[in-house]
């Protein structure tokens, strides 16, 4: 009985109701509808707030910033086998569907029109993590289930990205509808601007900037990108990030705070993160990480990622945990959607590229500066024209490394970002559940196999029966 409750709310989550469902579910002592700026907080905080969790516990495997002790087939690239993180599937698609229907509402009431530019926006935001884990995904069927759809068509990356009323397409139409807004009403339930429309067009251009540079590989986008560039309207300090702060106590820290100890001591830090901040003698490693044993030696130790847990013997006491701002101290640390040392680190790769005129070392610059700043770290006097000063030899490696040090927080785009780039330059993981290679892509969920079986299986075919070793469309 319970794995059919599951089945069964995991089918309307994905793709609505069926036709009979709301007559047969409906409770007459209980409102039926919702005012946006509820689904609005909703869908803000819920996809924070779970996605920090999944990045710390599976994106910051995948991308080496941690290792797990145990419960880490994940770790060691069985990524068909989630343990304690590692299938987002039902995030994304919970949240763009209450987004959905924000979107709607904007489009049907004219007292809710305020809300149809960061719904257009936030929809773009989500479905680009979600595509670009996962490769081709249900989109343009997936939230008409009123309409009788409820095993949705899977569409291709290229799609996704590039349609009308795709990613690209959402995000322009999401700042138009806000230029073009000339009512009254507020935008309540932002917990990320506080109902500042303006800082949403700057979140939506920093992601512009962001899908650019991703599919780059693919698409000329130098003329795009260089018109936002010249426009300027983006995120560029961090006072304009887009993040909203977890607190020291529940309900709102971050979730490893609420969690056993067992739990949060299970991820220790990952031999390449140590390699290469020790090597950067970067201070920010005692914001990431504690030091291991006698912390008044502040001596860090990392672990290779993927020991096979049932053979190797591990001692908890000599290697480094993940910093107290992860756990002890949560009120300092963001649910991160978009910064501005992000955007200043792919402006910097844009530049090095040729896509923008723009100075590359002076777009690096301050990207770091930024993320010291993120990460509140003093920046150390000599830090930019010394250990990390800009080499044009080298600066796509360096851009890429000081945007994945940065990252920890959104362990995923540590590693969605690696795959791009191939920076830095990850480590083997020690025992192997996938032939010594990385993955490039997340699975689709064994639930798509059961719940939209004839889709499931041409993407599975499409995809070399779901193998995390084929590249989704801008990685090709």
Excluded at 244 to 258: C, H, V
Excluded at 332 to 347: I, K, R, V
Aim: hydrophobic share 40%; glycine share 6%; aromatic share 12%.
């Amino acid at each position: 009985m319970k794995n059919y409750i599951y089945l069964f709310v995991f089918t309307i989550l994905l793709a609505g109701c069926a036709e009979d469902f709301e007559d047969i579910n409906t409770n007459p002592n209980a409102p039926v509808d919702v005012q946006p700026s509820l689904l609005l907080r909703q869908v803000l905080y819920n996809y924070g707030e779970q996605m920090s969790y999944e990045g710390f516990v599976a994106g910051n495997l995948l991308s080496q910033h941690l290792t797990a002790l145990d419960f880490n087939l994940f770790d060691r690239h069985a990524l068909k086998s989630p343990q304690l993180g590692g299938n987002p599937w039902a995030i994304f698609y919970t949240n763009l569907r209450d987004n959905e229907t924000i979107l709607t509402k904007s489009r049907e009431v004219s007292t809710f029109t305020v809300y149809e530019g960061p719904a257009l926006i936030f929809k773009a935001y989500m479905t680009m993590t979600l595509t670009d884990l996962f490769g081709d995904v249900p989109y343009s069927e997936a939230f008409i289930g009123d309409q009788g759809t409820v095993t949705p068509k899977y569409d291709t990356q290229e799609t996704i990205y590039m349609a009308e009323g795709g990613i690209l397409d959402n995000l322009e139409k999401g700042i138009e509808a806000i230029q073009n807004y000339s009512g009254n009403s507020t935008l309540e339930g932002d917990v990320l601007y506080n109902g500042n429309l303006d800082n949403w067009i700057k979140f939506a251009n920093s992601l512009r900037i962001k899908a650019l540079i991703r599919i780059s590989g693919k698409e000329d986008i130098s003329e795009q990108l260089q018109a936002i560039v010249s426009e300027g309207n983006y995120i560029t300090t961090n006072a304009g990030n887009a993040v909203f702060e977890f607190t020291d106590s529940e309900p709102n820290n971050f979730r490893l705070a609420r969690l056993r100890a067992g739990d949060f001591n299970n991820f220790v830090m990952s031999e390449t993160i140590e390699n290469i901040l020790i090597e950067l003698n970067d201070p920010r490693i005692n914001v990431l990480f504690r030091p291991f044993g006698n912390a008044t030696a502040n001596e860090y130790n990392g672990l290779i990622n993927g020991i096979d847990a049932s053979q190797t013997t591990i001692s908890l006491a000599e290697y480094s945990l993940a910093g107290t701002i992860f756990r002890e101290h949560t009120g300092d640390l963001d649910a991160n959607y978009m910064t501005a040392w992000e955007t200043h680190f792919l402006l910097a790769e844009a530049a090095v590229k040729g896509f923008i005129t723009e100075d590359a070392k002076t777009l690096y610059d301050t990207g770091i500066t930024e993320a010291f700043e993120y990460w509140q770290t003093t920046l150390p006097e000599n830090y930019l024209n010394t250990t990390v000063a800009f080499d044009t030899n080298k600066a796509l490696e360096q851009i890429s490394t000081q945007k994945w040090i940065a990252n920890m927080i959104n362990g995923y785009e540590g590693w969605i970002e690696y795959r791009r780039t191939g920076f830095p330059r990850l480590k083997p993981v020690s025992a192997s559940l996938n032939n010594g290679a990385i993955p490039v892509r997340i699975p689709y969920p064994t639930e798509e196999a059961t719940l939209n079986t004839a889709n499931y299986n041409q993407a599975a075919q499409n995809t070399n029966n779901n193998s995390i070793d084929f590249p989704v469309w801008w990685d090709e």
